[in-house]
């Protein structure tokens, strides 16, 4: 029976998801969120397997403090899941500042906070998993979420480095890049007018705002599935480094790669080119030369 400890544990998410699917598996679970009362009832159900606790992920002491209080309850936390975040959408050049910097506290920083507090326990015990949750816009920047974008691409980076660091340790780490899912994270944008402060973005945005709330409740993710499918991938012999859920992602990741590899082999000898030659010809280094 392993724990899990879930950030992001709103109703209709994917940090429930999550949950009901490691129940199912007969596991327990801390299933954290910002109003732990939502889940008062959903929590009733399950008894003793279940511990929900309220937290901040942008406070620091509360990760501690929730971290630690899973550990007494369960004795070890085996699988974390980074899943609270939220995307704002914005230009790169208008987005206030102090929004660009929630943004990367709430995605990025904070997702660092709780994988540092967790990390001892799995240490002593040689084992884990880390599943941080980043975005098909992790891997291809989404127009309109250029910030959001960024925050999702550290945490590839970050996550990418993690799991050489912590391999040898027994420990494995896992990004996942959801496309579009039908969650309440689309919810919001019917009620978050535009307030780009530059007049050349406003139309790209309003249709940005458009899609969004047009797609809400239609989009082709099954959150459910998708939590389901990065359990089986968990539980390959040789488990994926990152798994893109849903097809339309899928593809949009897909075809962004090869348009990637496309573009940085056209420019194959300009890149080479910036290397010293492999066999220096004494009369064209000229100058460079060391002086007697």
Known sequence: MRTWFITGGT???????????????????????????????????????????????TDPEQVQQAVRAAEERFGGIDVLVNNAGRGWYGSIEGMADADVRRMFELNFFAVLSVVRAVLPGMRARGSGWIVNMSSVAGLRGIVGFGYYSATKYAIEAVTEVLRAEVAPLGISVLAVEPGAFRTRAYAGFADEPVAEPVAAYRPMLEEVRAAMIEQDGRQPGDPERGARAVIAAMAQDTPPHRLVLGGSGFDAVIATLEATLDDLRASEPLSRGADFPAEPDDVGRGDLAPQE
């Open 11 to 57: 109703p209709g998410g994917f940090g429930m998801a999550y949950a009901d699917a490691a129940l199912e598996y007969g596991d327990r679970v801390v299933l954290t969120a910002r109003r732990p009362e939502e889940l008062a009832d959903w929590a009733r159900t399950h008894g003793d397997r279940v511990l929900v606790l309220p937290l901040d992920v």
